[in-house]
Every structure is written in C-alpha cells, then in structure tokens.
C-alpha cells in the first residue's frame, strides 16, 4: 500500500541554518504530497503541497519539489528561526486516505 | 480563516469508563476525518466519512470506538470501554473532497487513560 518514509530526528539546528528533512514515498499512480507542521499541543497545519511531477510548493520560506523519478519530496529552508521549532509531517493522498510519515522534530536554537 | 473546532481539548478518564470527542468542520466541506496519534508517530486514519455516510471505516476497533455523523455536518467519535492503550491525540479533519487538496485539521484532543 502506500506509505511514506521521512528521515528521523530529532535535527537541532542553529538559527539561519540550512535546513533539509529527507521524505520518500511509495504509491500506486500519481499521489498528491503535502507537508504539515505540528507545534506542541496542536493539530496539524498544512505548509505547502504538489500535486504532480515536478511540482514546486513553497510557503514561508519552506519549499519542496516533487521528484517522481527519485520518489521523494525533500523538505528545505535557506535560514531557519526559533519559530520554526515544530515536528514536521510529510504525507501523501493517493486512491485513498492519506498516509503520513513519523514526523521529524525540528529544534532550532538561537 | 475558518477553522475545524474540537471538543474538549483535554480528557482524563479511568479505564473502562467511556468517552466521547465532539467534532464540528469547516463549513461546506462534505468530508470529514477522525485520526489517532500516538505520541512520536504520524496519525493514522480511523473512519472518514462523506456527508454523513461512512467511507472508510477499516481500521476503526470496532468493538469499542463507534462514530456518527448524523446530519452531515458535526461529528462525534466515542469509545467505551476506553483502554490503556487509547491514550493519543484525537484529530479531526474535513475537506472539500477534491483529490488533491489537502486536509484542514482541528487542534484535536489529548486522551489520557489512567
């Protein structure tokens, strides 16, 4: 069935680091892939989504680009802030529900 | 921004007793999505509904978690006996439908079983 991979952290960065959180995926046709951000205590919210091949999504400086010959969605961020301290969710829609990877916990430090 | 709201945040229960999650979505969004997280994991689905029909129910414990969406709109997902091992954060999410659009998400609930 289809499932997601997503690197395990936790990843403790210094502020205005680089950031990269790997994610793979395996699926059956041409799946949607989202990131969502979780702060502690909350639900999910969604960060930036593709919809097909080649796809970029980008929000608040986080972007992804979907890369169906690699099967992944990797995760970056040029300069990473305080703020950005969250678990970080990769995920795909295919036929059916959607399927979320085990997060990444995301620290940074000033 | 409209927002998919959830009832209570917090809820302690003794095992063997029952409990129940109140979920209301975003208005105008047919389909609606109860998750559990267990702490360090991503969430896993338990029953999506459309309108106030079940889609998917396959991994809902059927023996003790049931859950209704009467009208079609708000939702309300209960578990009797709770057990142990229910202790997780319990997501609610509705959507417009479409494929390809991603899911908006409530704050949830933290049941914890004692």
């Known amino acids: 069935g289809d499932s997601v991979t997503q690197m395990e952290g936790p990843v403790t960065l210094s502020e205005e680091a680089f950031l990269t959180i790997n994610c793979t995926y395996t699926a059956t046709g041409y799946p949607s892939l989202f990131w969502y951000v979780q702060y502690p205590g909350e639900g999910l919210q969604l960060l930036l989504k593709?919809?097909?091949?080649?796809d970029k999504g980008s929000n608040k400086g986080f972007e992804a680009t979907y890369r169906k010959e690699t099967t992944s969605f990797h995760l970056e961020k040029g300069s990473v802030q305080v703020s950005d301290s969250a678990v970080y969710f990769c995920a795909l829609k295919g036929n059916n529900d959607m399927r979320f990877g085990a997060g990444t916990r995301l620290t940074v430090k000033p | 921004e409209a927002e998919v709201a959830q009832s209570p945040r917090y809820k302690i229960t003794e095992k063997s007793q029952a409990v129940a999650f109140w979920c209301d979505p975003i208005s105008g969004h047919a389909t609606l999505y109860w998750y559990r997280q267990i702490l360090g994991q991503g969430p896993e689905l338990l029953v999506q509904f459309q309108d106030e029909s079940v889609v998917d129910d396959s991994q809902l414990p059927k023996d003790r978690f049931s859950a209704e969406r009467l009208k079609g709109v708000d939702s309300t997902l209960k578990i009797q006996p709770a057990e142990l091992g229910d202790s997780a954060m319990y997501l609610c999410?509705?959507?417009?439908?479409?494929?390809?659009?991603?899911?908006?998400f409530g704050s949830g609930t933290r049941l914890t079983v004692v």
């Open positions: 999410a509705s959507s417009l439908g479409r494929e390809t659009g991603g899911y908006t």
């Open positions: 593709a919809t097909k091949a080649d």
